[in-house]
């Protein structure tokens, strides 16, 4: 397995580990007005990152550009920004957090749909 698929494999039960323990606590405190916070954590964190580890995994090729790698990292910073940024959003702290978060989110899916289209097109050629 190459390393850039290794890295998302790994990231992502790491942030749905985290997502989870924050729904345990949302729980058991009966507080849940975090649960956008949690919810892109799971989504974002978890899911895409599996869903990147699953695509870097099927096209190796893929993984090796430095667009790779700048699209898993924007995708690492985008839930670094965005999980605090949102919490503090919700808890009237500024949002300017949330708002780099979203940004760094919308660049790293771009940049993923750049790669799947050239993956697939170079499928195709093959």
Same mark, same amino acid.
């Given at each position: 397995?190459?390393?850039? &698929?290794?890295?998302?494999?790994?990231?992502?039960?790491?942030?749905?580990?985290?997502?989870?323990?924050?729904?345990?606590?949302?729980?058991?405190?009966?507080?849940?007005?975090?649960?956008?916070?949690?919810?892109?954590?799971?989504?974002?964190?978890?899911?895409?990152?599996?869903?990147?580890?699953?695509?870097?995994?099927?096209?190796?090729?893929?993984?090796?550009?430095?667009?790779?790698?700048?699209?898993?990292?924007?995708?690492?910073?985008?839930?670094?920004?965005?999980?605090?940024?949102?919490?503090?959003?919700?808890?009237?702290?500024?949002?300017?957090?949330?708002?780099?978060?979203?940004?760094?989110?919308?660049?790293?899916?771009?940049?993923?749909?750049?790669?799947?289209?050239? &993956?697939?097109?170079?499928?195709? &050629?093959?």
């Amino acid at each position: 397995m190459n390393t850039l &698929a290794r890295i998302c494999w790994i990231s992502s039960p790491v942030y749905l580990l985290v997502g989870m323990v924050f729904g345990i606590w949302m729980s058991a405190t009966q507080d849940h007005t975090l649960a956008p916070a949690h919810a892109h954590l799971n989504l974002i964190g978890g899911v895409l990152m599996a869903i990147f580890g699953g695509f870097y995994t099927l096209f190796p090729g893929a993984a090796q550009t430095m667009l790779a790698k700048i699209q898993v990292a924007a995708t690492h910073l985008a839930i670094w920004f965005m999980f605090p940024g949102i919490i503090m959003a919700i808890q009237g702290k500024g949002d300017m957090l949330a708002k780099i978060g979203s940004i760094l989110a919308i660049i790293a899916i771009v940049l993923f749909l750049v790669q799947a289209a050239r &993956a697939s097109s170079a499928t195709r &050629a093959v």
